[in-house]
């Protein structure tokens, strides 16, 4: 059984409050710390140095809301390893994500692959296709009754997130779509099988072998398509 029952990742900085959902979060503290009594890994990753272990981006009340419920939570300040990431997910039982603004956040997709649910703010701008039955669930934000009964849920089923987010989003399928995405612009991506994003080169070369990897297009290596991913992502909000 995991140590902890939720992890929620957030920034001591505006852009906490405005993509993170901190203010939320400490809002919604009566409920996951209190009716719930829950405990809870927070860490809080920016700044990385000159560290005041204090969430001076909230109000002085708010802050306050905080320390009501300090045995229930425990707090890790900077940033941290890809080993450190990995254990604070793996000893939570769900992922807790107030969030706002985050475009498909990468936290969401790392949490499905450690086989923890999720529970998700409802109007978040992206990520909301990672939430199904099979993964999680959404609540209203500012609306306690909506997120105890998402806790509910979440809290009692059982979830094999990866094994949804591999038939899904795995690295197969989606680099496949991303030819498709790009195929009515850019017709010479037609010879490419995969296209993948420039930090996942080495993925790629382990998948495909030498024989296939002149299939295989980074995109970064291309001004031209990121453009144009940058103007397809740019249309869709105006």
Same mark, same amino acid.
Not at 41 to 47: A, D, G, H, M, T
Not at 64 to 74: H, L, V
Not at 148 to 172: A, H, L
């Given at each position: @059984?995991?140590?902890?029952?939720?992890?929620?990742?957030?920034?001591?900085?505006?852009?906490?409050?405005?993509?993170?959902?901190?203010?939320?979060?400490?809002?919604?503290?009566?409920?996951?710390?209190?009716?719930?009594?829950?405990?809870?890994?927070?860490?809080?990753?920016?700044?990385?140095?000159?560290?005041?272990?204090?969430?001076?981006?909230?109000?002085?009340?708010?802050?306050?809301?905080?320390?009501?419920?300090?045995?229930?939570?425990?707090?890790?300040?900077?940033?941290?390893?890809?080993?450190?990431?990995? $254990?604070?997910?793996?000893?939570?039982?769900?992922?807790?994500?107030?969030?706002?603004?985050?475009?498909?956040?990468?936290?969401?997709? +790392?949490?499905?692959?450690?086989?923890?649910?999720?529970?998700?703010?409802?109007?978040?701008?992206?990520?909301?296709?990672?939430? %199904?039955?099979?993964?999680?669930?959404?609540?209203?934000?500012?609306?306690?009754?909506?997120?105890? @009964?998402?806790?509910?849920?979440?809290?009692?089923? $059982?979830?094999?997130?990866?094994?949804?987010?591999?038939?899904?989003?795995?690295?197969?399928?989606?680099?496949?779509?991303?030819?498709?995405?790009?195929?009515?612009?850019?017709?010479?991506?037609?010879?490419?099988?995969?296209?993948?994003?420039?930090?996942?080169?080495?993925?790629? +070369?382990?998948?495909?072998?030498? +024989?296939?990897?002149?299939?295989?297009?980074?995109?970064?290596?291309?001004?031209? %398509? @990121?453009?144009?991913?940058?103007? %397809?992502?740019?249309?869709?909000?105006?």
């Amino acid at each position: @059984k995991p140590k902890y029952d939720f992890f929620y990742f957030t920034l001591n900085a505006n852009a906490g409050i405005e993509h993170k959902g901190l203010r939320l979060f400490v809002e919604m503290l009566p409920v996951l710390c209190g009716k719930f009594n829950l405990r809870g890994q927070v860490l809080v990753y920016f700044p990385s140095t000159g560290l005041p272990h204090k969430l001076n981006a909230l109000k002085s009340d708010e802050r306050k809301k905080i320390s009501k419920y300090s045995n229930n939570i425990d707090f890790i300040w900077g940033w941290q390893s890809q080993e450190k990431l990995a $254990e604070i997910m793996a000893t939570s039982r769900f992922g807790f994500f107030p969030n706002e603004m985050d475009c498909s956040p990468r936290i969401i997709a +790392e949490c499905l692959l450690r086989d923890r649910p999720i529970v998700v703010n409802s109007k978040i701008w992206g990520g909301w296709h990672y939430v %199904c039955d099979d993964t999680g669930d959404f609540f209203e934000p500012h609306n306690k009754d909506s997120l105890s @009964k998402s806790i509910d849920r979440v809290m009692s089923k $059982e979830y094999k997130t990866r094994d949804w987010f591999m038939d899904n989003y795995g690295f197969e399928k989606s680099s496949r779509r991303l030819v498709e995405f790009l195929l009515p612009k850019y017709k010479h991506v037609e010879d490419f099988s995969h296209i993948y994003f420039d930090k996942y080169q080495n993925v790629i +070369e382990r998948s495909c072998g030498s +024989e296939e990897i002149m299939k295989v297009s980074v995109i970064t290596a291309n001004h031209n %398509c @990121k453009q144009y991913i940058k103007h %397809c992502i740019k249309s869709v909000f105006e």
